[in-house]
């Protein structure tokens, strides 16, 4: 089955810096790839994500990439503010039928932004 | 568009008692719904996948005798947890899915959305 790994698993720093997470998978099949930001005690939140038909795709602050060669895809925030603050978590599913849609999720990063 | 819900948001029972967890998209039909547990600090681990009607899948290691998993519509699927035990205190999610046709335009085929979750505590 699926595996992602996640890095790093804490991430700490200054506002305004760049936050970048980076995960790998290691399903080559995997086609569907979500970042989410979850806070304490609430549901996953979904961010951004990227299909394997593309390499980068950004919205704002938040931007993805994606190496399915290398199989691997980051996770870009800039100019950080506090409220960045949260457990980011990757994911990778095959998509395509009911069953194919099913997420592994990496193991989180904890990303604290000092103000 | 395409919230899901879920209730109880917070539970507290005895031990040896059964907890059933509902989850519901309010508007829109999903033919695919999963069911995660997550341990504090840890990542979100998928128990089961279910489909309406038919019986769910579980992932390995997940006891579908204890965790009993229904899929009667394509708004709602249930959680039960059979004789609950102090070690299945732990943060329950849901997500739905539905294919693109479903909502063309609006929802991609993959991606899955969240329940608030359950906060499942066994004393």
């Known amino acids: 089955g699926e595996n992602v790994e996640q890095h790093p698993s804490t991430l700490s720093v200054q506002e305004g810096d760049s936050a970048v997470i980076k995960c790998t998978y290691s399903d080559s099949a995997s086609n569907y790839f979500p970042w989410y930001k979850q806070e304490l005690g609430k549901r996953p939140q979904l961010i951004i994500d990227i299909r394997s038909n593309v390499g980068e795709k950004k919205d704002q602050r938040i931007a993805v990439t994606l190496n399915k060669t290398a199989k691997h895809f980051s996770l870009h925030i800039t100019e950080t503010q506090p409220e960045d603050s949260a457990v980011y978590f990757c994911a990778a599913s095959r998509g395509g039928g009911t069953s194919g849609s099913r997420l592994t999720f990496g193991e989180g990063t904890q990303l604290t932004v000092n103000p | 568009g395409a919230v899901v819900s879920q209730h109880p948001s917070w539970v507290i029972c005895k031990s040896g008692t059964s907890v059933k967890i509902e989850c519901r998209s309010l508007d829109f039909q999903a033919t695919t719904m999963f069911w995660y547990r997550q341990f504090p600090k840890q990542s979100l681990m998928l128990m089961a996948t279910s489909n309406e009607g038919s019986k769910a899948t579980y992932e390995q290691g997940v006891e579908k005798d204890k965790f009993l998993i229904n899929h009667a519509s394509l708004t709602l699927s249930t959680l039960t947890v059979t004789s609950a035990h102090p070690e299945d205190s732990s943060f329950y999610i849901c997500?739905?899915?539905?294919?693109?046709?479903?909502?063309?335009?609006?929802?991609?085929?993959?991606?899955?959305?969240f329940g608030p979750g359950t906060r499942l505590t066994v004393l």
């Open positions: 997500s739905a899915t539905t294919p693109l046709s479903g909502l063309a335009g609006q929802v991609s085929y993959n991606e899955q959305f």
